[in-house]
């Protein structure tokens, strides 16, 4: 099986993370690192490991008819949301780690709480930079550490309760990646600098409990491996514990994610 294979998903998990996923975690995320890149008219803008396109659709909504976007994923479902909402950008499935583009083809090339599920991270951050014209903007997202979110935290201790301590590695590879030092060293092993490091203290918000359990579990490996009790008792249980998070309109769990960016200099000769 290659490696763009056992990355697939269905279209119906596609959609459900444009429905679900987008609104409640990665719709308040794009914004800022579309700001931190300084996008702006004008520019050529790649949305790496794009997902259903957020990132690729707030730049392009940020430079209007002015510029040019695009975005890649290595998930063909994710790729066939991405052109139903916005048929007009381009879409393209390809690998983080090889990106089909020539040297410096880019002004910003920026990469959304995805990092952290990318086998090779310094390859990956090393092709942005390849991709990324002289003077240009490399900027990633990605959750921080799972010591720093209370509610999630939460919600893996009872799912490792429950479900045992392989419920540990299935749930935390998407809070893998939050050390700022291992990030900057990424980055400046890429011959990125003038870095700018910031941590943002966002919220995830969920119509219920019941909902934050579900968007997590079945959007893990963990849904596949668990028995309906299991995921029974890790439900009910969540709802006493996760009991502080919750107001009128459903649940507002912190989430606290780091923001980074870097330049590529001027006269940088592209490292493959």
């Given at each position: 099986?290659?490696?763009?294979?056992?990355?697939?998903?269905?279209?119906?998990?596609?959609?459900?993370?444009?429905?679900?996923?987008?609104?409640?975690?990665?719709?308040?995320?794009?914004?800022?690192?579309?700001?931190?890149?300084?996008?702006?008219?004008?520019?050529?803008?790649?949305?790496?490991?794009?997902?259903?396109?957020?990132?690729?659709?707030?730049?392009?909504?940020?430079?209007?008819?002015?510029?040019?976007?695009?975005?890649?994923?290595?998930?063909?479902?994710?790729?066939?949301?991405?052109?139903?909402?916005?048929?007009?950008?381009?879409?393209?499935?390809?690998?983080?780690?090889?990106?089909?583009?020539?040297?410096?083809?880019?002004?910003?090339?920026?990469?959304?709480?995805?990092?952290?599920?990318?086998?090779?991270?310094?390859?990956?951050?090393?092709?942005?930079?390849?991709?990324?014209?002289?003077?240009?903007?490399?900027?990633?997202?990605?959750?921080?550490?799972?010591?720093?979110?209370?509610?999630?935290?939460?919600?893996?201790?009872?799912?490792?309760?429950?479900?045992?301590?392989?419920?540990?590695?299935?749930?935390?590879?998407?809070?893998?990646?939050?050390?700022?030092?291992?990030?900057?060293?990424?980055?400046?092993?890429?011959?990125?600098?003038?870095?700018?490091?910031?941590?943002?203290?966002?919220?995830?918000?969920?119509?219920?409990?019941?909902?934050?359990?579900?968007?997590?579990?079945?959007?893990?490996?963990?849904?596949?491996?668990?028995?309906?009790?299991?995921?029974?008792?890790?439900?009910?249980?969540?709802?006493s514990e996760l009991a502080e998070f919750e107001n009128p309109d459903g649940v507002a769990a912190p989430l606290r994610g780091h923001v980074v960016?870097?330049?590529?200099?001027?006269?940088?000769?592209?490292?493959?």
């Open positions: 099986m290659t490696e763009t294979e056992t990355y697939q998903i269905s279209l119906e998990a596609a959609e459900v993370y444009e429905s679900r996923f987008v609104p409640a975690i990665f719709a308040e995320w794009a914004p800022l690192l579309v700001d931190s890149a300084a996008v702006r008219a004008g520019q050529a803008v790649l949305d790496v490991a794009c997902g259903t396109g957020i990132v690729a659709r707030t730049a392009a909504d940020r430079m209007g008819d002015d510029g040019a976007v695009v975005g890649l994923d290595l998930n063909e479902a994710m790729l066939t949301v991405a052109r139903r909402i916005r048929p007009d950008l381009r879409w393209q499935q390809g690998d983080a780690a090889d990106l089909p583009f020539p040297d410096r083809a880019f002004d910003v090339a920026l990469c959304q709480m995805s990092l952290m599920f990318m086998p090779d991270r310094a390859r990956a951050v090393a092709e942005l930079a390849r991709v990324t014209r002289a003077g240009g903007t490399v900027g990633i997202v990605v959750p921080a550490g799972i010591t720093e979110q209370p509610a999630y935290r939460r919600l893996v201790d009872v799912a490792v309760d429950e479900a045992g301590p392989d419920a540990a590695s299935l749930l935390d590879a998407y809070w893998s990646c939050g050390d700022l030092g291992e990030l900057r060293s990424l980055f400046t092993a890429a011959g990125l600098h003038d870095l700018d490091l910031r941590t943002h203290l966002g919220t995830a918000r969920f119509g219920s409990v019941d909902e934050m359990v579900a968007t997590e579990v079945e959007g893990s490996p963990l849904g596949g491996r668990i028995d309906d009790a299991t995921y029974g008792r890790i439900r009910e249980r969540a709802r960016v870097g330049h590529v200099a001027h006269g940088a000769t592209p490292d493959r």
